[in-house]
C-alpha cells in the first residue's frame, strides 16, 4: 500500500484518487462568438447585444452519446460540465431564470443529454456551476463585471442584493442536484474577495463566501448529496485544491497544517476554456501526455478541458487532442489507473517520472527523453523481479551493479539497475517501462 496519506475530506474521493484522468467541458452562448468564454467582459458587451446569441443558439449537431464515447476512448473516467458559466447562461430547464437553454433554438435540457449520455459510459458525473453571473439583475457591478466602466455603473449597481442572488444560487443547486441523479462532482467556480477597487469605488469590491453565503450553500449540497466531492472555490475549505493553468512540480499541500492534499489539476488543450476560433496555442502531443503523467507522479487528477463549438461538436483539433490520450491511454493506462506517486526510495533519473500502483507492486517509469541503450536507475538493484516496456509487453533485459559492456569510466555501484534499451524509441509520444517488484 502507498505509505502517502492525504487530509480527510468530507465528500468520497476513494474512486476519484483512483480514475486520475477526467474532461472538463466549457460550453455556453460564449461558444458563438468563439472568441474566448470571458468575451462577455473582455469586450464589455451590454446584455442588449449579447442577446442575439441567446436568440440563435442552436446545437444542431450536439450528440452527448458522441461526446462520452470520446472522453472515454480517451482514458477519462469522469467528466465536469459547465450548468452555468460566468455570463449566466442555464445549460438545464431550471425554473429560477428564463435565460436558458430550453428557450433558445435549442429547446432542449443539455445537462439531461449531458447525464444520461455519460452514465451510459460508465463515467462518474460532475456539474460546473458559477459563483459570477453578469446576467442577473441581483449581482453587484464589481471590477470583472462586463457593465464596470459604464459612466453610471454605480447606480445600475445600487439596490442590488446579493442575498437575494446567492438565494437564487441555493435554488439552482438544488435543482441540479435533485433532478439529474447522482452527482459525483460539485465544482464552484470562484471566490475573489481579496479584489481591491479603486480608492472611492469600494462598491466594486470582489465577492468571497460570505457574499454566496457558503456555508449555506455548501451544506445544502452535501445534504442532498452525501459523498459529493466539491472543490475549494467558496472560499471554504472542501475536499479539492484545483490549481489551474499550472504544472504544481511536488504534491499540493495544505498551506497551514503542511497536509498532503487531493488535488486536481485542470488545465487546456489550447489557451482558453470555451471554443476559441482562431486561438493558435495548442499543446503538442508529447506536452499533453507530459501533463497527465506529471500531475499523477505528484499525486494528483489531471481535468483536461475541451470547449465544444455552437453547433455542439469538438472540432477537430480537439478531437486531435483527445487521440493524442485514446492512442496512449490505450496501452499505457496501468501506469496512470490506481497509481500516485512513487515511494521516496525510488528516484527518477533525468528525462523520467515516476508513478506507482497503489499496491506497491509496480513502479512505472515515464521516459521524457529517450536514453541511448540504457537506463541507470540508482536504488533499485535487487528490487525488480521482472522489465517490460508496457505498451506492448516486450521484455527488457536489465543487469544489476553495472553495465553489462566493455569500456572506460562505465558506472558502477552495488544499488545501480541498468535496463537495455533497443535503439530506436518506440513509435509513442512518452514510452513506459513497466517494472515489478520482488
Known amino acids: 500500500m502507498s505509505s502517502y496519506v492525504t487530509r480527510k475530506t468530507p465528500g468520497d474521493t476513494a474512486w476519484f484518487t483512483r480514475d486520475r484522468f477526467g474532461m472538463f467541458i466549457h460550453w455556453g452562448l460564449y461558444s458563438m462568438p468563439a472568441r474566448h468564454e470571458w468575451i462577455k467582459t473582455r469586450e464589455k458587451i451590454p446584455e442588449a447585444k449579447y442577446?442575439?446569441?441567446?436568440?440563435?443558439?442552436?446545437?444542431?449537431?450536439?450528440?452527448?452519446?458522441?461526446?462520452?464515447?470520446?472522453?472515454?476512448?480517451?482514458?477519462?473516467?469522469?467528466?465536469?460540465?459547465?450548468t452555468k458559466h460566468h455570463e449566466g447562461f442555464c445549460m438545464w430547464d431550471t425554473q429560477y431564470t428564463d435565460y436558458k437553454c430550453t428557450n433558445t433554438p435549442a429547446g432542449r435540457d443539455l445537462v439531461r443529454e449531458y447525464v444520461d449520455a455519460f452514465r451510459a459510459e460508465g463515467l462518474h458525473v460532475g456539474?460546473?456551476?458559477?459563483?459570477?453571473?453578469?446576467?442577473?439583475?441581483?449581482?453587484?457591478?464589481?471590477?470583472?463585471?462586463?457593465?464596470?466602466?459604464?459612466?453610471?455603473?454605480?447606480?445600475?449597481?445600487r439596490g442590488r442584493d446579493v442575498r437575494k442572488y446567492a438565494e437564487y444560487m441555493r435554488n439552482q443547486v438544488t435543482e441540479l442536484l435533485t433532478n439529474y441523479?447522482?452527482?459525483?462532482?460539485?465544482w464552484f467556480d470562484f471566490s475573489y474577495s481579496g479584489s481591491k477597487p479603486e480608492a472611492g469605488k469600494e462598491w466594486m469590491k470582489g465577492k468571497g463566501k460570505d457574499d454566496w453565503e457558503a456555508e449555506e450553500l455548501l451544506a445544502l449540497a452535501r445534504r442532498l448529496q452525501p459523498g459529493i466531492i466539491i472543490d475549494n472555490r467558496t472560499e471554504i475549505e472542501q475536499d479539492i485544491w484545483t490549481p489551474e493553468q499550472f504544472q504544481p512540480t511536488?504534491?499540493?499541500?495544505?498551506?497551514?497544517?503542511?497536509?498532503?492534499v487531493t488535488w486536481e489539476a485542470c488545465q487546456t488543450f489550447s489557451g482558453s476554456w470555451g471554443y476559441y476560433r482562431d486561438e493558435q496555442t495548442w499543446k503538442s502531443p508529447e506536452m499533453l501526455i507530459r501533463m497527465l503523467v506529471n500531475t499523477v507522479a505528484f499525486g494528483g487528477n489531471l481535468l483536461m478541458n475541451v470547449g465544444p463549438t455552437s453547433r455542439g461538436y469538438f472540432d477537430q483539433r480537439a478531437q486531435d487532442a483527445l487521440k493524442v490520450y485514446a492512442d496512449w491511454?490505450?496501452?499505457?493506462?496501468?501506469?496512470?489507473?490506481?497509481?500516485?506517486?512513487?515511494?521516496?526510495?525510488?528516484?527518477?533519473?533525468?528525462?523520467?517520472?515516476?508513478?506507482?500502483?497503489?499496491?506497491?507492486?509496480?513502479?512505472?517509469?515515464?521516459?521524457?527523453?529517450?536514453?541511448?541503450?540504457?537506463?541507470?536507475?540508482?536504488?533499485?538493484?535487487?528490487?525488480?523481479?521482472?522489465?517490460?516496456?508496457?505498451?506492448?509487453?516486450?521484455?527488457?533485459?536489465?543487469?544489476?551493479?553495472?553495465?553489462?559492456?566493455f569500456g572506460d569510466a562505465?558506472?558502477?555501484?552495488?544499488?545501480?539497475?541498468?535496463?537495455?534499451?533497443?535503439?530506436?524509441?518506440?513509435?509513442?509520444p512518452v514510452p513506459v517501462i513497466e517494472l515489478f517488484l520482488k
Not at 441523479?181 to 460539485?186: R, T
Open 51 to 82: 442577446d442575439k446569441y441567446f436568440k440563435y443558439f442552436n446545437p444542431d449537431l450536439f450528440d452527448a452519446r458522441e461526446w462520452a464515447r470520446q472522453a472515454k476512448a480517451a482514458g477519462m473516467k469522469y467528466a465536469v460540465l459547465t
Open 127 to 157: 456539474f460546473y456551476y458559477s459563483l459570477i453571473d453578469w446576467h442577473h439583475p441581483e449581482f453587484p457591478i464589481d471590477r470583472l463585471h462586463p457593465r464596470r466602466d459604464d459612466p453610471d455603473a454605480e447606480e445600475q449597481s
Open 181 to 186: 441523479g447522482k452527482i459525483d462532482i460539485l
Open 250 to 260: 511536488e504534491w499540493v499541500r495544505h498551506s497551514e497544517t503542511g497536509e498532503l
Open 329 to 405: 491511454m490505450k496501452y499505457n493506462s496501468r501506469s496512470i489507473y490506481g497509481c500516485t506517486m512513487a515511494e521516496p526510495e525510488f528516484k527518477a533519473p533525468a528525462d523520467c517520472r515516476l508513478t506507482q500502483s497503489e499496491d506497491g507492486k509496480r513502479l512505472y517509469v515515464h521516459l521524457f527523453a529517450y536514453p541511448f541503450a540504457h537506463l541507470l536507475l540508482p536504488g533499485l538493484a535487487g528490487k525488480v523481479d521482472y522489465a517490460q516496456f508496457l505498451h506492448d509487453g516486450s521484455e527488457l533485459l536489465f543487469d544489476e551493479g553495472k553495465m553489462n559492456h
Open 410 to 428: 562505465l558506472p558502477e555501484a552495488s544499488d545501480l539497475l541498468v535496463i537495455r534499451l533497443p535503439a530506436v524509441k518506440p513509435n509513442t
